[in-house]
């Protein structure tokens, strides 16, 4: 068989979500690469997998000096199965440096998708998720942390955060400091684990509840994206008289607001507030005394 190079998901707290391919890949893998062997031994040893010796170490620190001497055992016809502590490896975990390398050789990359903390706060946001950004860590402090929060202020995507328990608190207050007070988070503790919790309110919120008390487990902040700005080239009295036209063609108010914005190219709560607001006729009674 040729060697290839296999990611695969681990679970992020719950060990029934470990998918039977990703059992079998650990099964048949010549080489393990894992961030933390000890925590990958406990994975093995809760799935009746024996180690064999297979264990190797890939981390942050490492990946760089490691990836040539890898990619040789792939190149010789290994399978090497590369896992990070939970989740899905490469994403703000090691990884990306030899998947790059493999690819640039030419070698098979596969995987075997899975538990993925990022995805999974995600979704239970309720926040948009046909478009988002994944930043990771934000950098702790320093002119690189401002550059940051400044650039996700005018981020129209959610945004998915990590962050430390221990810092938290502060990070909320940063966020709601330079996003403003009453954007909305999403607080994302513990997933799929025993005290799994799910957060809902603004980022001032947020910052008062979460800097008051004491932290622990993992932590995903799901951050919805800033509204667009106006587009002040195409006045109230445009969209009002686009709106008209299509109700009297049959569309409901909510049918007539998405028509608009898509066709007028506006944000579609801007259209939505003109269409449920006091018609024209009204808005004009009383402007003569």
Not at 84 to 91: F, H, K, Q
Not at 239 to 247: K, V
Request: charged content about 25%; hydrophobic content about 45%.
């Amino acid at each position: 068989m040729s060697g290839r190079l296999i990611l695969v998901a681990t679970p992020i707290g719950n060990l029934g979500d470990m998918a039977p391919r990703a059992v079998a890949a650990l099964e048949e893998a010549d080489v393990i690469l894992c961030e933390d062997t000890r925590r990958t031994r406990i994975l093995l040893s809760a799935l009746e997998i024996p180690a064999k010796g297979r264990l190797s170490a890939l981390h942050a620190h490492n990946e760089d000096g490691r990836a040539d001497g890898i990619i040789d055992r792939v190149t010789t016809g290994a399978q090497v199965v590369l896992v990070s502590d939970a989740g899905m490896p490469g994403i703000s975990d090691p990884g990306q440096v030899l998947v790059a390398a493999a690819a640039s050789a030419g070698l098979e990359v596969t995987v075997v998708p899975g538990p993925s903390a990022t995805l999974g706060a995600l979704v239970v946001s309720g926040f948009a998720t046909d478009r988002f950004c994944m930043e990771g860590f934000l950098p702790r402090k320093g002119r690189d942390r401002t550059a940051t929060l400044d650039a996700l202020a005018s981020e129209e995507r959610t945004t998915i955060i990590f962050e430390s328990p221990r810092r938290l608190g502060a990070t909320l207050g940063d966020l709601a400091t330079t996003l403003g007070d009453d954007r909305q988070v999403v607080v994302v503790r513990e997933l799929t684990k025993i005290h799994e919790e799910v957060w809902r309110g603004t980022l001032l919120e947020a910052a008062t509840a979460w800097g008051a008390r004491e932290v622990r487990g993992e932590v995903v902040l799901v951050v919805d994206g800033a509204e667009p700005p106006l587009d002040v080239a195409i006045s109230d009295a445009e969209i009002t008289e686009q709106l008209e036209m299509a109700r009297q063609a049959g569309a409901s108010t909510r049918d007539a607001a998405a028509e608009v914005a898509t066709r007028l190219g506006v944000p579609r709560r801007r259209v939505y507030e003109l269409a449920t607001g006091p018609s024209p006729s009204s808005r004009g009674a009383g402007s003569h005394r």
